[in-house]
Nanobody, 122 residues
Framework: VQLQASGGGLVQAGGSLRLSCAAS????????MGWFRQAPGKEREFVAA???????AYADHVKGRFTISRDNAKGTAYLQMNSLKPEDTAVYYC?????????????????WGQGTLVTVSS
């Protein structure tokens, strides 16, 4: 499965963006999907994940603001980001895991997209 992340850009604090992660291949629906991010000078961290039937997990710092979803027919996962803050500035990566779960552990993900930059200005 190859992943292509898109939708990043520059937005003012309080604004919204929707990231997309398009997957090639026929096994998308069997995989768990996750979004991670890496801010400048920091380690990559978990943001959100969704399992095969649609169960979701979120990092505490995005709960209530971000929503992960998936469209298996389109082979695409989404991350709707609302009420963005300057501290959300990062490169956002999508990834898949072969377990079909909403795991928060980066080591469980074996397939990564190239990342899309989100910049939130104050």
């Amino acid at each position: 499965v190859q992943l292509q992340a898109s939708g990043g850009g520059l937005v003012q604090a309080g604004g919204s963006l929707r990231l997309s992660c398009a997957a090639s291949g026929r096994t998308f629906s069997n995989r768990g999907m996750g979004w991670f991010r890496q801010a400048p000078g920091k380690e990559r961290e978990f943001v959100a994940a969704i399992n095969r039937p649609g169960g979701k997990a979120y990092a505490d710092h995005v709960k209530g603001r971000f929503t992960i979803s998936r469209d298996n027919a389109k082979g695409t996962a989404y991350l709707q980001m609302n009420s963005l803050k300057p501290e959300d500035t990062a490169v956002y990566y999508c990834a898949t895991n072969p377990f079909g779960t909403a795991t928060i552990e980066q080591s469980d993900y074996n397939n990564w997209g190239q990342g899309t930059l989100v910049t939130v200005s104050s």
